[in-house]
């Protein structure tokens, strides 16, 4: 066993996450196409208007192609995303290629695009991994367009969108009885809404890490420390561009959005610009926690380095008494004194309890 | 009793306030209304002009109907939020519902925001927590429509209006003789002047922590630091967001704000700017301040080391020559005089004492 | 006597000045006029045109009533700030209440504000206290008018004008050739050159601090370092202002200032934003010093490690042969030899020696 | 040898990379062409439109003049620099001497530039080199002219345009298709792609080093986050400017560029936009990473600490003992008692054993 | 001799250069005349136009007053900055009194100003001083105006202006055959090139105190770092102001300025920007090293408590055993076996050793 790896013996290095620095810092959104291939594609579609609403289920591309002008809105949510389709349906529905590109790349910092009659937001849903305390991302592409909004999502198994599924179903919501960009206004929002509820989950890790820096400042509380302070990379890197893909919905002059929605639009900017502030007081409680966490630390050194300074002051005269008085010389003052040991003892005794006292004063212990 | 929980000798764990790390983190202002039921609302109106004055108070919204369009101007203040109440008077007063869920949001960054004929400011009133050392918030809405303004307040125990109280009982005063903006403006000057008298308290607890940390840096002043910090984030979150809303009322061109109003906010602008100064001004005391405690706390911990140098030094010599003569060898040179041993023991006293006089030139003690 | 207050032992505490924290913090401008009551109003008044001058003393604000438009360009200075005479003279020379309570106001934020035809400029005076090492600030009102300059200043005793004074003095100076505008660049110019002076003060402070720090970096080097830290504050809050108010001076598109003045307040705003930058120069030497000071005490605590090591090191053989030697085993090689004693000493020393070469060559002695 | 050199001892400084430090602040663009002399220049065009394609090798600029106004778009790439080839290039197509300078410069800024009808950029291909863990740039000029292109790069063995190259072969590629701002595109595309695959490298630097200093806070792991910081430096220095570049064609409304091709920029945009806020992380990591390297090397003291501690606690009573019952008085308690060995022996180790308890439940072991 | 002074044992305190501190911080431009008299005027004089070229030298200026609209172009240098002087040039060329004021001040923050028809320049040439490893720095103004510049230094015994002397000479040379403005921004070009030249000699300074900090972290070194840090606020104090003089000049819309020289100008401002970027890199690297210094300390200390707690270790047992069997009980165990001198000795070697293993396996040694 090797001493270079002395520190394994008091931390499990699985406790740092550097498997997390992996996926935090490993972000190419240039490569070709790496998701492992998806075995099924889920399509799910919500055609509506005021007063109809038809909800169905496809898995394959095709099935949606006669969603383009038939009167109706039609939410087209696809799950899984695999090349071809992709491409088929930005063909179909007037997608420029890049688009098409962006909704295939991974790891792409969130973006808003109008390109050719259509516009174009990249983001991430979010979600607490309560297991790793990790903050999980699901980059979701939405696209609208004229009567219709395309979401390109790459987890079938989950998604934040329940709360409008529920709303279209009921014919008197608003989201029934506005145009298009209501719906993709309604699908923002929620996913801006989901950052709040990752954040608290967060918030909550970070207030129990700081009870532990508080009550007992191990090692191990820096690990968790340094992992939380990864976490809130990912945060920042998907609130901050958010906000910058809202500014610019609000500021766009497309045809797609119609003015009375633009409050509403201004309303998730008010979110994600608290969320970004949010984020960045995460930030200053964590610089604070650290500094409290490396002060907890020395406090435990001086700790010890006082208690051998208590050792030491006390073994001191003890030590030089027995020495003095061990000392081989013919005459030796007491030698033969009855009291003489106890006498000396009575100095290791005394002499400690004097120097104690002094320093006691002086506020070293 | 466990190892890891040294730290709680020394320290009460109270002290370093992880429940107010819970309260400044888990701010989330998208989910659903979760203010504790009300009770009963207490609403108080006030209908003036230049000539008249009614004072009113009801405890049901629908008692307040009849202040629009009556021909005087309306301050209806609504002490107590409940989501029934906040929807119907906004249905009333042509509140668009996104405002009403921005009065029922709780914890929302300071906002301000001009919806169908309406101004709308939301903030926060600042009190100071003596007991506790902290800044506590209560959110305040104001709605400035042609010719009412309406307030809706958290707690009915508490706000900072109760100077514009006055100046409205007295018929020469200003806020009498101008339009509502006039009065809207009067609510937000007296906001931010309260933050001065917050941001005062907060300073006193400053500096008596820094005497704490000159005379004594103890842990606990370390605690007292952090939590001073997290009061900090609490300040620069509700200053720095009331600025910008200043600035967008002075921008604005609504037709509510009287032109002979902008000078006014302006007035509140440079308030507002100089409390964000001086909160800035606070977080560089707080820098200084906790580099003087790690400072001092080395300070101490270098005493001690001192110490233990010094007594280190001062048995080398008595140590030795103890065991020298105390070997048992045939032949050791002195053994036998009979002034030996004072002579080894005068060695034991001159040669530290010689020793610390060299270290004492060079500085070390 | 408290272990809690040790450090007293080592510090007179008015070293850290937390008095001069207190100062710094408090700072808050919307209260109620504090000021001291002034026994006595100091006011005088320079009438002029290029041909004309008159210098007179007064000290009721009435007798000042006759200086608007009666032909000449006044300069009234007032020094002393009474709450009656500030709001007479300003109801007087057309001044708004908001600007006469700016003028009342203490400790505001330097600004500048044009109001119904009259421009107000509102900054400090700096002054350097040499005994307290602390830069003192006197609140100065520019109020510009048509043909009138008026001067507010809170102390009779001190202020930075007399160059100007001199000037108006001879006729063929440039201030009494020019409109009022030029007499209001003068005194801004005026300001704005002492504060270099403070700042060459305050760098003089910086300099011996550093000797200081570099020759003996002792704990009261640190509460200078501290103290200095709380003046660049109060630098640092006037100075930035300033340059936006001058900047708003030279953007303003008000008829009271002449084109041909322009340039003149642009050299002021050079002044000002070297001024603003050498502040920030000196925030980076204090930072330098800071950590130069750090390192020195480190220094000097490895010293003394240093020395524990070696006197460990010296120790350590002589104790292990004197214990050894002083066995009282039956057989014990070399204790009837009659060197032995010498040849036990003699290792005694030459095993330390060559311990310490051989650390020596490490380099850590 | 001297004892200034100890840390030699220790650790290889080859380590920490100082001449590295030369290569990144020698940067001086100013000086006359100190590239070391090019034996031979590579020159490939790619003469094309959407039916036709020409190959052709050269060595002499000279052979290249054809391509001015022969119908065909020109991709002339340049492999190797030299003066008297740049000038007369430069000169024959029409590039002001100003580019002809810039492309001549060495470690120039990344920057963009439009020049009498021709539209300039210079930047840098970044590279990987494994062996030394650093980031290897390789300066190109991209001139954009009326129907050419033309490139100079410094060596001749690599560039990334080989997928370009591929897609030129392909008649039916867009490349092909579109007028020579296409292909303009397309290199940018590639150079900024190229550096997400740099930073992967570097990530993974990055990644195995945060392992080394989690398992093993050696000084070697300081070192080595030292020279990654320098490579961040060489990142960064390259990517900032490129976005301001690729920001300034799509803002740019010269003629070269067709309108249509504006968002293939805007999509390069998106990348280098991801790129700068990667790097950014980076640097938080890194951070993170030294943090957490000064703490382990902290608790590796504090474990030395702790056993110097233990070790001076267990023999202080062993000491004391054995002084009190080696002192010669004559009469000494339990010195006959034949049990009286035994009985001091045991409270050498029963003492230590309750002290250790003692310390352990305080939490200092 | 007082124990205050100790560091000077250790330290020249002329290697942290306090004197070097006053010349930075004491920077006030607002001062009359502060500079030594100039004994005599050096004035050298370049009329030129395509065709023709005179040189001369005076050393009164009145001598130059000729070169005011005698149909060729002017470059007069005047070497030494005498008041009477600058005011007479000033009112003969037209040059505003500020701007004499300006040339006549000292440390001025670099400027560009557009006063009544000239272009005025206010800049620092730089040298880099080997002896003292500063930054030194000569004031230079140049003055465009129609059909001359007027440069003033400082210092006449230097300045970078010799390859325009050259160019001047040579009857082919684009600064011969434009107007004025090309002169003016052939200085301006040297006067940055030469910034990049003193940047050089700085890196280097910069690259060998990073060799000495990685071999050998004295306190030298930590003075050296001290600084260079200074250094580095003079020449941000130069290049930042700069690059916003170049920026105004091109933005600048004045009739002085050809179209075609704009270009020319931008050339500047991208290499005045990458000094800018290039000063940034230092301070990182700067950064960088003081960390790995304050490590390289850090891991001084730790060598020495790692030998003192391998002193002790070792020593513990040893000591221990002694004492025990110095002992002078009558019943001591082993005390008449002829071996049991050697088996306690044996053990005072044993049991360090197996110690040591133990602590060799867990890292600590
Ligand atoms: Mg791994
Ligand atoms: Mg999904
Ligand atoms: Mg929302
Ligand atoms: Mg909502
Ligand atoms: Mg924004
Ligand atoms: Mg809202
Ligand atoms: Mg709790
Ligand atoms: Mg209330
Ligand atoms: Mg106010
Ligand atoms: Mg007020
Ligand atoms: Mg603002
Ligand atoms: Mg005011
Ligand atoms: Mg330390
Ligand atoms: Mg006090
Ligand atoms: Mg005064
Ligand atoms: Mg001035
Ligand atoms: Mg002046
Ligand atoms: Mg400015
Ligand atoms: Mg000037
Ligand atoms: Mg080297
Ligand atoms: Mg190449
Ligand atoms: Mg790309
Ligand atoms: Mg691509
Ligand atoms: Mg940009
Ligand atoms: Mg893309
Ligand atoms: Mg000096
Ligand atoms: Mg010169
Ligand atoms: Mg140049
Ligand atoms: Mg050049
Ligand atoms: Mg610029
Ligand atoms: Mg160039």
């Known amino acids: 066993m090797s001493p270079r790896n002395y520190l394994r013996y008091i931390l499990p290095d699985a406790l740092f996450g550097t498997e997390r620095t992996k996926e935090i810092l490993h972000v190419n959104p240039t490569v070709e196409y790496v998701r492992k291939p998806v075995e099924r594609v889920h399509i799910s579609v919500y055609n509506y208007n005021e007063s109809t609403l038809e909800v169905e289920q496809f898995d394959r591309v095709e099935d949606v192609y006669y969603c383009k002008d038939h009167g109706l809105i039609s939410w087209i949510n696809i799950d899984g995303i695999r090349k071809e389709d992709v491409e088929a349906v930005c063909a179909h529905f007037g997608i420029h290629p890049l688009l098409a590109e962006d909704i295939l790349s991974c790891n792409q910092r969130p973006k808003m695009d109008e390109v050719e009659g259509v516009l174009y937001c990249l983001l991430n849903m979010l979600y607490f991994n309560k297991d790793e305390s990790s903050v999980e ?48 206004y309604s699908l923002l929002d929620l996913i801006v809404d989901n950052y709040f509820l990752v954040m608290e989950r967060l918030g909550e890790k970070i207030e129990d890490l700081e009870e532990e820096v508080v009550r007992n400042a191990t090692p191990i509380a820096m690990a968790r420390i340094t992992r939380l302070r990864k976490e809130l990379i990912v945060l920042k890197r998907n609130i901050l561009p958010v906000r910058d893909l809202v500014a610019a919905i609000i500021r766009s002059e497309s045809d797609l959005l119609d003015e009375r929605t633009e409050k509403y639009f201004k309303d998730v900017y008010d979110h994600i610009v608290q969320a970004a502030d949010l984020s960045e007081n995460y930030r200053d409680v964590m610089t604070s926690m650290q500094d409290l966490y490396i002060n907890n630390v020395n406090l435990k050194m001086n700790e010890v380095m006082k208690v051998m300074a208590i050792v030491t002051c006390l073994l001191a005269p003890a030590t030089v008494i027995g020495g003095i008085f061990g000392m081989n010389f013919d005459v030796i003052p007491m030698l033969h004194n009855k009291w003489g040991f106890f006498i000396s003892v009575g100095l290791m005794l005394f002499i400690p309890l004097f120097m104690v006292r002094i320093f006691r004063r002086r506020g070293w212990f």
């Not at 909004?149 to 919501?173: C, G, K, Y």
Request: charged content about 30%; overall charge positive.
């Open 137 to 184: 991302q699901e980059q979701i592409s939405v696209v609208l367009g004229r009567n219709f909004v395309i979401t390109f999502q790459e987890d079938p198994d989950r998604d934040v969108f329940n709360p409008v599924r529920e709303r279209l179903r009921m014919a008197n919501s608003k989201v029934r009885q506005r145009p298009a960009d209501y719906l993709c």
